[in-house]
């Protein structure tokens, strides 16, 4: 018997199937759809979560970041571009010639980008963010979730980014891609993360900007999920607690450092007076030289034959030029010691608005930071009365409907009173609509023949619905699956062929027909012969010992 509607029940005595009908027609609108409408900025990524053709290694997606972080690293003041365009590269956008706005770096996804999953695309920036400035893997790690939902939320809002963002970045971005798509289909050529740089030669804590990736949009966002997202939440207060230190010491320091110059633009401003004060005087002393120069030679002029009066005129005329040369060199002198105050007033102004910056900087994270710590307190007693109620609350395992033109469907565990979804499983690529219990385990045919997706036979455990084992032949996608007892049969691929697969619930191939069938066949099993439909298009019956035809009908 297939049943393609079912609920698991919990019971003290243990997992107990019962076969109750649901209604397909009330499940078929898609989870995450459901979840996020009328909930604009509500992030809830769908990823590829099934069996792969190709597993690549975590250190291996790794390295896509970290090899483009090396890169841009080495130069981090400077603008530069790292990465394969056909699959991830980053143009790291910094101009500093235009203020008032944020530099950014930003990572593309292109068309042949092969991640389907955000757990691989946050792994990518975070090793990014710790080759390219050095930070640490804790916090490399919560960045990655911050920048992924911030991109999420300001999907194709390319008027935000204009807002917030230099012209050097905004020229590298698309109103229709820029952002990120919670679709993982959507990724391939269609990705634009936007990284924005609080200070890109920085590096550490003060080059990301946290404040932009988790402003109040953000932070509501992740507040929609079930736990509220309470341990990325706690990790990025605790980074900005860092950073309200840093920028405390750095206030400090800077604020030491315009005394320092405040003191020397005194000691400026009073060699200025003097020097003023000194020019005046030569000024004077040049003017009264030249009044009794001018008399001495109106003297002379009217005696000619007074040759002391002639030579008195012309000492009276040197001495008017020596006057006025000292009172020269005295102006110069005051003109240079007042650009030279002017010089020290800019370093003086330069050193107080660095610590009032700084202090800035640091009363903003604080706050920002004691804020958050605030609403966590308040989620996380929300999240522990919720599960306080789940925990006594009957549950009971379920299907929802995912994806209705391809029959694709995801396990629930719901409140057996109220119906309310008590958790999803991350697998929605269940085909067929039918689980069954597998020992202490849940088997499924699930996953998706695209990219480096599957089809294959899977194991779910049951506490969190999460695939713990895939078979290692592929199955066809329209397969059936069936339960006989302790054994479940599949349609499985066998070189050109398909032919059925008889399994234990561990995932081990236990027979499989020498006979090829239809990989949409039904599977009967009746007595100990098994009725399906072979490759000719011919009922087969096979016997359930080994698999073997012992009959052909005609």
């Known amino acids: 018997m297939i049943n393609h509607n079912f609920i698991f029940k919990i019971s003290a005595a243990g997992i107990l199937m019962l ?21 604009p900025d509500t992030v809830v990524f769908i990823n590829y979560t099934g069996p792969h053709a190709v597993i690549d290694s975590a250190a291996s997606i790794r390295a896509i970041g970290s090899n483009m972080g090396i890169v841009v690293g080495k ?24 203020k008032g706005k944020l530099d ?6 292109g068309s042949g980008a092969s991640v389907d999953h955000i757990d691989n695309l946050r792994r990518i920036i975070s ?3 710790i080759s390219a400035y050095n930070y640490s893997p804790a916090d490399a790690g919560t960045l990655a979730v911050f920048i992924t939902v911030y991109n999420a939320v300001y999907r194709g809002k390319f008027d935000a980014y204009q807002t917030k963002y230099k012209k050097i970045v905004t020229d590298n971005l698309t109103a229709s891609s820029c952002g990120l798509s919670v679709k993982y289909s959507d990724w391939p050529g269609n990705t634009q993360i936007v990284i924005p740089l609080f200070d890109a030669a920085a590096g550490g804590l003060s080059t990301v900007d946290t404040s932009v990736i988790s402003d109040t949009t953000v932070v509501k966002s992740m507040q929609e999920d079930n736990g509220k997202n309470i341990d990325s939440r706690k990790q990025m207060v605790d980074i900005k607690e860092r950073e309200a230190g840093n920028a405390n010491t ?14 020397k633009l005194a ?40 040759k002391k009066a002639q030579v008195e005129a012309q000492q009276k005329q040197q001495a008017a030029e020596q006057k006025q040369q000292t009172a020269d060199l005295k102006a110069a002198e005051s003109t240079q010691q007042q650009e030279k105050t002017a010089e020290q007033q800019q370093k003086t102004d330069n050193a107080k608005q660095e610590a009032s910056t700084a202090q800035a900087q640091a009363d903003k994270k604080q706050t920002e930071a004691q804020t958050e710590r605030t609403e966590i307190a308040k989620d996380q007693q929300q999240v522990m009365e919720k599960n306080a109620e789940d925990a006594k609350a009957p549950a009971a395992y379920g ?51 695209s990219g480096r997706g599957a089809v294959k036979l899977i194991l779910l455990d049951a506490a969190n619905m999460e695939m713990i084992k895939e078979s290692s032949e592929i199955v066809a996608e329209n ?24 399994y234990d619930a561990t995932l081990a191939l236990k027979l499989k027909s020498p006979v090829a069938v239809k990989s949409s066949t039904p599977v009967s099993v009746s007595g100990s012969t098994i009725i399906i439909t072979g490759s000719d298009g011919k009922i087969k019956l096979l016997s359930k010992e080994d698999l073997k035809e012992v009959g052909a009908a005609k």
């Open 267 to 306: 000691a400026e401003q009073n060699k200025n007076q003097e020097k003023a004060q000194q020019a005046v005087e030569a000024q004077k002393e040049a003017a009264a030289a030249k009044q009794e120069a001018a008399a001495a030679q109106k003297t002379a002029q009217e005696n000619p034959g007074d």
């Open 250 to 263: 750095k206030a400090q320091t800077a604020q030491k450092t315009a005394t320092e110059e405040q003191n």
């Open 104 to 109: 950014a770096d930003i990572m593309f996804a």
């Open 399 to 449: 299907m929802q409907l995912t994806d209705e033109q391809k029959l694709l469907s995801g396990m629930v565990k719901v409140n057996a009173n109220t119906g309310a979804v008590m958790h999803s499983s991350p697998v929605t690529y269940i085909r067929n609509r039918t689980v069954y219990a597998a020992g202490d385990n849940f088997i499924a045919v699930a996953g998706e023949n």
């Open 75 to 98: 130069n981090p003041a400077a603008g530069s571009t790292a990465g394969d365009k056909n699959k991830y590269y980053v143009i790291h956008a910094v101009d500093p010639a235009e």
């Open 19 to 39: 076969f109750i009908s649901l209604s397909v027609t009330a499940l078929e609108v898609d989870k995450t759809e459901l979840e996020s409408a009328g909930k």
């Open 479 to 502: 397969s059936v699956l069936v339960q006989d007892g302790s054994d479940y049969y599949c349609i499985i691929q066998d070189g050109k062929n398909w032919v059925l697969g008889k």
């Open 127 to 129: 090793a990014y963010l």
